[in-house]
């Protein structure tokens, strides 16, 4: 009679603690029983930066890269005459480390929301106080830093994503583009002098 209860006692054991470590096994591989509905899908605009120090400014860029999919962007999707985050969701904002001039106007240092209005002639770029907001929803043109105005230049490749560079021509100066599409805008940034 021990000697069976022994024998069921280990069985037990025996069973139990395999069934255990299989359990362990089991539970460091989610992939096994994952639900795909639950996994996030992938945003169609992506967050995205772009930066590089111009001489001793770091300028740092972020912005949501929405895609042409086909679609219509400049007079269609982004409507002419409107103010645009130049991005999609949050506004895009750019952070100059120290003082800029751009179009031969002081920039202070610090982060700035830019705004866009796309037109088919030319288009007017903002650089604005508020960086923090969903689209352009609370845009308030009082509190602008800056506005230029720019020509369009025409692509002959198409960029599918929304793209930013920001190119070094110097130690005191570097260009900062926005291309998508068929259509790509430029404007040049000076390090201001001591």
């Not at 003082?99 to 700035?112: A, E, Q």
């Not at 903002?126 to 929803?137: P, S």
């Amino acid at each position: 009679m021990k000697n069976t209860i022994s024998i069921l006692l280990f069985a037990l054991f025996t069973a139990c603690g395999s069934s255990g470590e299989n359990k362990v096994e089991e539970d460091t591989d989610h992939s096994a029983h994952m639900d795909e509905s639950t996994e996030q899908p992938k945003s169609k605009s992506p967050k995205q930066m772009a930066m590089v120090n111009v001489g001793k400014n770091h300028i740092h860029i972020e912005y949501s890269s929405p895609s042409v999919r086909g679609r219509q962007i400049f007079g269609g999707l982004v409507g002419f005459g409107q103010v645009w985050v130049t991005g999609a969701h949050k506004a895009t904002s750019i952070h100059f480390q120290n003082d800029v001039m751009i179009d031969g106007k002081n920039v202070p240092s610090g982060k700035y929301g830019f705004f866009t209005i796309p037109g088919k002639e030319s288009w007017t770029l903002i650089l604005n106080e508020d960086w923090d907001m969903h689209l352009a929803d609370e845009y308030n043109e009082a509190n602008d830093v800056l506005r230029l105005t720019v020509t369009p230049e025409r692509l002959e490749e198409s960029v599918e994503s929304l793209t930013y560079e920001v190119t070094p021509i110097d130690d005191n100066s570097g260009t900062i583009s926005i291309s998508w599409a068929d259509t790509k805008v430029s404007f040049k940034v000076e390090n201001k002098q001591e």
